[in-house]
């Protein structure tokens, strides 16, 4: 079975692009999670939708950072302008949301994102 | 508030020798899960082991097994037999919600 998918795996831009990362969840899964990793804040969670609908978003930064899934297949996190800062390794997970708790959680690879 | 403790920051174990990482959780509900992952130096991020809170036994993975002490609210992983592809960083977490609480990690070195 394919696992979560991420793409790109790698991405190197200049501050100001426009960044958008990609993730297909493992199929039958009605959660989506976004987090960030660095070396100085760990593992953070940015946004998480159930059933398509985003839930919480008071992890995301700032209004540059905005994330999106249209259907059950597929999410975009994208960053508009990207900064220096925003370089990070940054995951998408999915799961199952039984309405009790959450089901164990499957990573993607993660995108190493570098802003120059 | 819900929260997961993991106290040490690193931890070194010989080969082929059992090690345990510590996790404390605090929740007021009844219902929760609690979860291992791991994370070696590529970067991936690895589930190992899950454990209801109406599990009455401890659940185990192969070499990885999981010390449930509901009472005191601790969820130990145990790693038997530990081998150098061991070495990586592990972090616990918990759900009691519809999302996981992860603890701050703790760094594993196996050596021969």
């Known amino acids: 079975d394919a696992g979560v998918i991420q793409s790109p795996r790698h991405e190197v831009t200049e501050m100001g692009q426009e960044v958008t990362l990609r993730c297909k969840p493992i199929s039958g899964h009605n959660s989506l999670f976004w987090y960030r990793q660095t070396m100085m804040r760990g593992l953070e969670l940015l946004i998480y939708?159930?059933?398509?609908?985003?839930?919480?978003d008071s992890g995301m930064p700032e209004d540059r950072f905005s994330a999106k899934m249209p259907n059950a297949s597929f999410s975009t996190l994208k960053i508009q302008p990207s900064e220096p800062r925003d370089s990070a390794v940054y995951f998408c997970?999915?799961?199952?949301?039984?309405?009790?708790?959450?089901?164990?959680?499957?990573f993607g690879p993660g995108t190493r994102l570098l802003v120059l | 508030a819900q929260k997961i403790t993991q106290t040490q920051p690193g931890m070194f174990v010989q080969e082929k020798e059992a090690v345990t990482l510590d996790c404390t959780y605090d929740?007021?509900?009844?219902?929760?899960?609690l979860f291992w992952y791991k994370q070696p130096s590529s970067g991936e991020m690895i589930f190992l082991i899950y454990q209801g809170s109406y599990d009455e036994q401890n659940a185990t993975e192969g070499r990885y097994s999981l010390n449930f002490q509901k009472a005191r609210k601790s969820a130990n992983l145990v790693i038997s037999a530990s081998q150098l592809g061991d070495s990586a960083m592990y972090f616990c977490a918990m759900s009691n919600t519809d999302k996981l609480i992860f603890g701050t990690g703790t760094r594993l070195q196996v050596f021969p």
């Open positions: 939708f159930n059933n398509n609908v985003p839930i919480d």
């Open positions: 997970a999915s799961s199952t949301w039984t309405g009790r708790y959450q089901e164990t959680q499957y």
């Open positions: 929740t007021s509900d009844q219902s929760y899960g």
